[in-house]
């Protein structure tokens, strides 16, 4: 277990929400518009289970094999899993392509809203609260209670950015919903392949399900509706990508959430 107490961490700063998406010549040159997809979400609570890891933490791996065998088991469909990989780690000498700082913020404020025993990887949050029963095998549990928000979502692929917009509303699909809930969203890669070459896991070839490659706030209008973007990096591929849309309390308690993966 790699525990980081030194590191002094701002509070996560909500991500700027685009409203429209407007492709560059050079966009449009590289690949034409996919067809729309949509999904809706489901009439129980999901559960979010989050990891904060890095390819420099000799102790990540089996947190991220752990991950990845949850995400291709059977009966996972109501689990939202999202594996963010952290920055602080790359001085101890290899530099995680997929880390990004502001994913080792967002596990700083995990840790202190959920009042953890520090800031460590492998880390692992159920909605929003600092989970170890991973270590022991043990499966996070399904939900089995009804959602209290619907999100009805719709998707499109633009090159590397993927256009949506959708509803929020209250669970019987009516706009009402009570204050304190916000709406976030994830893109999550499946099948990265690392092959480590320096640092404490030198040598070792790492596979990495449900990555997140953009993670991001959203802002919700009074009628429900709203509309963002996300970006994939150079590399990803979004074939293996599926977006994730959050509804959530402020105290980080999941209410609702939608998935779809567009092709």
Request: proline fraction near 3%.
């Amino acid at each position: 277990m790699h525990i980081f107490s030194r590191q002094t961490y701002r509070s996560v700063c909500a991500a700027g929400v685009m409203t429209a998406l407007s492709l560059s010549a050079h966009g449009q040159a590289k690949s034409s518009a996919s067809a729309l997809c949509s999904a809706q979400s489901g009439a129980i609570k999901p559960t979010i289970l989050e990891l904060y890891t890095s390819e420099g933490c000799d102790s990540c791996p089996p947190a991220d094999r752990w991950l990845s065998a949850l995400v291709e088991a059977p009966g996972a469909g109501n689990t939202v899993a999202l594996s963010f990989h952290v920055d602080y780690w790359d001085y101890i000498g290899w530099k995680d392509e997929f880390a990004r700082k502001d994913f080792g913020l967002r596990h700083a404020a995990l840790v202190r809203s959920a009042r953890a025993s520090g800031v460590y990887t492998p880390q692992f949050f159920i909605n929003g609260r600092d989970d170890r029963g991973w270590a022991a095998g043990i499966r996070p549990a399904s939900e089995t209670r009804a959602a209290t928000a619907a999100l009805v979502l719709t998707a499109q692929w633009h090159g590397e950015r993927l256009s949506f917009q959708g509803r929020l509303s209250g669970a019987s699909g009516k706009p009402n919903l009570e204050e304190g809930v916000r709406l976030r969203y994830a893109v999550a890669e499946n099948g990265v392949v690392t092959h480590v070459k320096a640092g404490e896991n030198r040598g070792v070839t790492l596979k990495h399900d449900a990555l997140v490659r953009d993670h991001g706030y959203i802002t919700v209008l009074r009628d429900g509706t709203f509309s963002a973007v996300a970006t994939l990096p150079p590399k990803s591929r979004r074939a293996n990508s599926q977006l994730h849309v959050i509804a959530e309390t402020t105290a980080g308690e999941a209410i609702s959430a939608v998935s779809l993966r567009c092709d």
